[in-house]
């Protein structure tokens, strides 16, 4: 009857052993969407600066273009010019469509990426908490079945010791 009780030992352990990789995978996996979602992050939060930039000074592009004096009108607003211009080109060297541009449904992106990353985020942390859970399982079933394994932490010091002497 013992070896019956031991198989099942045995069984949870190769279970656990497997729970902790699928589990170690889940949440690297997750990790790893997280990280690429904040790249995009990154780049939107960029795009949606200079989109801004354009808008809030196009108006005084369109007034230097219509001006009778040029000069005095670049002198006068050349921050605002200059900063239209960069953002223009920053914009138009990205891909996006100047005439269709539209701040709120960039914003609106950016915050379903945020949403998509915080969920992420939470199931990568609990897969971790789940793994440290199935590994604490692991080691006690292991010290039930006598098959007890050295801790290196506890090695460590021991080898340092030896060194000293």
């Excluded at 979602?37 to 273009?65: C, F, G, P, V």
């Excluded at 971790?128 to 010091?157: D, M, S």
Aim: charge should be positive; include cysteine; aromatic fraction near 6%.
């Amino acid at each position: 009857m013992s070896t019956g009780r031991a198989d099942n030992e045995v069984g949870s352990l190769s279970d656990l052993k497997h729970q902790i990789t699928v589990k170690t995978e889940a949440g690297k996996s997750a990790k790893q969407s997280v990280v690429k979602l904040e790249h995009r992050m990154k780049d939107l939060a960029e795009i949606i600066k200079y989109a801004k930039q354009y808008k809030t000074n196009r108006s005084y592009h369109i007034a230097y273009k219509k001006s009778k004096n040029p000069d005095a009108y670049f002198r006068r607003y050349e921050s605002q010019l200059i900063l239209y211009g960069g953002a223009r080109r920053v914009l138009e060297q990205t891909g996006i469509n100047l005439k269709g541009l539209n701040v709120d449904k960039l914003k609106a992106e950016y915050q379903e990426l945020m949403k998509q990353k915080n969920e992420l985020t939470s199931t990568y942390k609990d897969c971790e908490k789940e793994v440290r859970e199935l590994k604490r399982k692991q080691e006690n079933l292991n010290q039930y079945l006598g098959r007890t394994q050295p801790n290196p932490a506890q090695e460590q010091p021991e080898k340092n010791k030896n060194k000293s002497l």
